[in-house]
């Protein structure tokens, strides 16, 4: 009984490194989400994925791009790591009725 | 637009005594309401939502939610804090299923003994 599985929980990245973080839902789920939780800003949208094959842009784009690989995964990729990104990401997987299942998260430090 | 704002970053209880955390929201359609809870190093749970039924809603470990049309809010309350809920609380809201979320910047929730 899985849920929603993000890899990895904890990276430590220099200024300039990619990275792809992963998430896999096994909920049947069609809208996966994206957020960052930085302290007093509350979870900020990333990017979102109604459906599979489709992204949309969320509050703070700039600096990620996503893939929607398949109805169950859906990744994260930071092309040139900055420490502004220091934070940590959750992915979610949205049930028909708008509830949100979330990942244990992904604690990432920039340098 | 949606917007929510939650009206306090922080609230101090003590143990055995009632809970108020306060939500207002803005939304151009009829939304759905939530409140999710996280304590420390963990992810989101989903504590309770409302979806144009009943106005009172009951969550788990005893929460509870009014959706109040006319004054655009929801707060959670609780008629006694236990220890175990010191976490932070998040209330969102949606327009629509398959939308994204739109999360308030929580209130931490601290119980003294």
């Known amino acids: 009984n899985a849920g929603v599985t993000q890899t990895p929980k904890f990276q430590v990245l220099k200024t300039g490194q990619s990275m792809t973080l992963q998430c896999a839902q096994d909920?049947?789920?069609?809208?996966m989400y994206w957020y960052r939780q930085d302290p007093g800003m509350g979870l900020r949208l990333i990017y979102y994925s109604a459906s599979e094959g489709t992204t949309d842009k969320g509050e703070v784009p700039n600096g990620y791009n996503v893939s929607r690989l398949n109805k169950r995964e859906f990744s994260l990729r930071l092309e040139s790591a900055a420490p502004s990104q220091t934070s940590v990401y959750f992915c979610?997987?949205?049930?028909?009725?708008?509830?949100?299942?979330f990942g244990e998260g992904s604690r990432l430090t920039v340098l | 637009a949606q917007s929510v704002t939650q009206l306090d970053s922080h609230v101090s209880v003590s143990e055995g005594t009632p809970v108020l955390l306060r939500c207002n929201y803005s939304?151009?359609?009829?939304?759905?309401l939530f409140w999710y809870v996280q304590h420390p190093n963990k992810g989101l749970q989903l504590l309770l939502k409302?979806?144009?039924?009943?106005?009172l809603v009951k969550g788990i470990n005893g929460f509870e939610a009014e959706f109040k049309k006319s004054e655009t809010s929801f707060h959670l309350t609780k008629p006694s804090a236990h220890m175990s809920d010191a976490a932070e609380y998040f209330c969102?809201?949606?327009?629509?299923?398959?939308?994204?979320?739109?999360f308030g910047k929580g209130t931490t929730l601290s119980v003294s003994s």
């Open positions: 909920m049947n789920h069609n809208s």
């Open positions: 979610a997987s949205g049930s028909y009725t708008g509830e949100l299942f």
């Open positions: 969102v809201v949606s327009a629509q299923a398959g939308t994204a979320l739109i």
């Open positions: 939304s151009s359609y009829s939304p759905s």
């Open positions: 409302y979806t144009s039924a009943a106005t």
